[in-house]
T-cell receptor, first 110, second 115 residues
């Protein structure tokens, strides 16, 4: 059964801390892994990863894929209260089927 | 874990026809279901939110007469694209949420192609 598992389920940190969110997957015919940030409405796209070992970076956020370990991490450095959200990981297979994790709820306190 | 299914996974239809997409929560009661549409560059747009037994709440800019949403039971919501046109071709994803929780469980998506 194809699935995506995220950990931890929830996380509370202080502003300025660095956090690492994990996503592991068991998906046949993997095509890409996506990270989203969900606050209010629709999830906001963050990164798409297709190749192992290549870090994607955007400001204080970065992510990398490890196809050997079937996992990805999302790092957020110098966290701010505005980073509080649910972070979703999704894997897309070659048939364009999405497999979402249940998300990691991040709370950043001042 | 909770599972949400969508049917069909792919559909191709002619312009002017209507297409119904089903979203089912397989092992929990979904008091709220959400319908999203995927746009280029992987972005997702929330189309509407539906609560079981009541009318769906549509986001601004989404035509409620064109995208009919029904949430008739705690395990099933349907999205009907009426009089589909090529510009409606997209990837539609649903998610479901149970009572008293913030966690959304996403379906695998439905690829709609309108010729």
């Amino acid at each position: 059964e194809d699935k995506v598992v995220q950990s931890p389920l929830s996380l509370v940190v202080h502003e300025g801390d660095t956090v690492t969110l994990n996503c592991s997957y068991e998906v046949t015919n993997f095509r890409s892994l996506l990270w989203y940030k969900q606050e209010k409405k629709a999830p906001t796209f963050l990164f798409m990863l297709t190749s192992s070992g290549i870090e994607k970076k955007s400001g204080r956020l970065s992510s990398i894929l490890d196809k050997k370990e079937l996992s990805s991490i999302l790092n957020i450095t110098a966290t701010q209260t505005g980073d509080s959200a649910i972070y979703l990981c999704a894997v897309v297979d070659t048939g364009n089927q999405f497999y979402f994790g249940t998300g990691t709820s991040l709370t950043v306190i001042p | 874990g909770a599972v949400v299914s969508q049917h069909p996974s792919r559909v191709i239809c002619k312009s002017g026809t209507s297409v119904k997409i089903e979203c089912r929560s397989l092992d929990f009661q979904a008091t709220t279901m959400f319908w999203y549409r995927q746009f280029p560059k992987q972005s997702l747009m929330l189309m509407a939110t539906s609560n079981e037994g009541s009318k769906a709440t549509y986001e601004q800019g989404v035509e409620k007469d064109k995208f009919l949403i029904n949430h008739a039971s705690l395990t099933l919501s349907t999205l009907t694209v009426t009089s589909a046109h090529p510009e409606d071709s997209s990837f539609y994803i649903c998610s479901a949420r149970g009572r008293g929780t913030d966690t959304q469980y996403f379906g695998p998506g439905t690829r709609l192609t309108v010729l």
